[in-house]
T-cell receptor, first 115, second 113 residues
Framework: GAVVSQHPSWVICKSGTSVKIECRSL??????MFWYRQFPKQSLMLMAT?????????EQGVEKDKFLINHASLTLSTLTVTSAHPEDSSFYIC???????????FGPGTRLTVL | AQSVTQLGSHVSVSEGALVLLRCNYS??????LFWYVQYPNQGLQLLLK??????LVKGINGFEAEFKKSETSFHLTKPSAHMSDAAEYFC???????????FGKGTSLLVTP
């Protein structure tokens, strides 16, 4: 089946630094990718919809200047957490929509810990 | 708008017993419904999905779910639980196939020997 990768799988950073998370569709093209975050023992919450070649659409309450999304190619979307703080510590999961199969595939997630 | 409600944040069954995880949906359009499983510190694995074809959907690992419009339900079942089924299960809904999902709060399944 289709595979979506995320890099890194986990990251620890100091408060105030920025962290970039990559989401790649390995064997299909994805015009649309989605970013979710999951707090411990909680469900996934949609943060934003990333569209190749255009600006991302953010959900209400998500700061676009803090969570920068870039979708420069049909196989790569990046999420940059700027000036990270401990409250940004979470599990970030991306998904990619296969253009041809009209199906969404999830990445394995990235665990971010901000000290 | 679409949403799902998962009844029971924790479900415990004995190994070999029936597994029943409940999910009710709310949708203003014909819904696409999904069940995902998540093991600790891992991403989501799709168990099955309903996309307006057959109302009884069979998935991986022996799971199945039945779409009941009259009850707005999409409960997940498995005839005989295995220890390896212990995980977090999420029900999700979308108004359009392949687009952003709204997830339920999840149900943690515990399987006891």
């Amino acid at each position: 089946g289709a595979v979506v990768s995320q890099h890194p799988s986990w990251v620890i950073c100091k408060s105030g630094t920025s962290v970039k998370i990559e989401c790649r569709s390995l064997d299909f093209q994805a015009t649309t990718m989605f970013w979710y975050r999951q707090f411990p023992k909680q469900s996934l919450m949609l943060m934003a919809t990333s569209n190749e070649g255009s600006k991302a659409t953010y959900e209400q309450g998500v700061e676009k200047d803090k969570f920068l999304i870039n979708h420069a190619s049909l196989t790569l979307s990046t999420l940059t957490v700027t000036s990270a703080h401990p409250e940004d510590s979470s599990f970030y999961i991306c998904s990619a929509r296969d253009n041809t199969a009209d199906t969404q595939y999830f990445g394995p997630g990235t665990r971010l810990t901000v000290l | 708008a679409q949403s799902v409600t998962q009844l029971g944040s924790h479900v415990s069954v004995s190994e070999g017993a029936l597994v029943l995880l409940r999910c009710n949906y709310s949708s203003s359009v014909p819904p696409y419904l999904f069940w995902y499983v998540q093991y600790p510190n891992q991403g989501l694995q799709l168990l099955l999905k309903y996309t307006s074809a057959a109302t009884l959907v069979k998935g991986i690992n022996g799971f199945e779910a039945e779409f009941k419009k009259s009850e707005t339900s999409f409960h997940l079942t498995k005839p005989s639980a295995h220890m390896s089924d212990a995980a977090e299960y999420f029900c999700a809904v979308s108004g359009t196939s392949g687009y952003a999902l709204n997830f339920g709060k999840g149900t943690s399944l515990l399987v006891t020997p």
